[in-house]
């Protein structure tokens, strides 16, 4: 097993080998130009974006610039996707997300990570452990997702929550580490923020 397959397979591997930097300045220079194309020039930016990430759907994609990830083939996402600006994915692990997915600014989903003692850290062997996000999630900015971490459907993440652990299906989470605040239930429907409820009627699918 060489080391690119060591790595796919969420095993401890050597990133200098067996062409992986290749993978990476491939996906540096897609990215290069992504970040520099012209915020009018929407259908080559989403044309661009297709081809940077390992799997796409149908229906709305956009990631505002600037937008970073380390190969882009390891990043799977569903339809009706928006992340905002400053996306960074360290997609060594797979990352895969489902449909209808909000990522305020500064969002950092990592799949990477080191030993932790020093030694073995020098040895040059690193890791990805796979994320993965359910469908119907919004996370907050500065939201930092950790390696190995579920997110079930249905869920938020609260602005500046650091997830270490699994969130299940339709909650609220927050903090550092994040953990459940509360259930997201009917009483929810009819607001916009907190307990302000709309004023309008046309929010209802």
């Not at 990477?112 to 020098?122: D, I, Q």
């Amino acid at each position: 097993m060489n080391q690119k397959e060591r790595m796919l397979k969420n095993l401890p591997y050597k990133s200098w080998m067996d062409g992986l930097p290749e993978d990476r300045l491939a996906a540096k220079k897609k990215i290069y130009e992504y970040n520099l194309l012209p915020p009018d020039k929407t259908k080559e930016r989403e044309a661009l974006l297709r081809n940077i990430l390992g799997k796409t759907c149908e229906g709305y994609l956009n990631i505002e610039s600037p937008f970073f990830c380390d190969y882009g083939y390891n990043i799977e996402v569903g339809t009706d996707f928006f992340a905002n600006y400053n996306f960074t994915v360290l997609d060594v692990g797979k990352v895969r997300i489902g449909d209808h997915f909000m990522a305020g600014p500064n969002v950092g989903i990592y799949t990477a990570g080191h030993p932790v003692h020093p030694e073995t850290r020098n040895s040059g062997y690193e890791y990805g452990i796979d994320i993965t996000i359910g469908d119907n999630v919004w996370v907050g900015g500065h939201v930092c997702i950790m390696p190995g971490v579920t997110i079930g459907n249905n869920v938020v993440i609260a602005g500046g929550s650091v997830v270490t652990k699994d969130i299940p299906d339709n909650v609220i989470a927050a903090g550092n580490p994040c953990r459940v605040i509360r259930e997201i239930t009917e009483n929810d429907r009819d607001c916009y923020f907190r307990d302000r409820k709309f004023d309008v009627d046309d929010y209802r699918a």
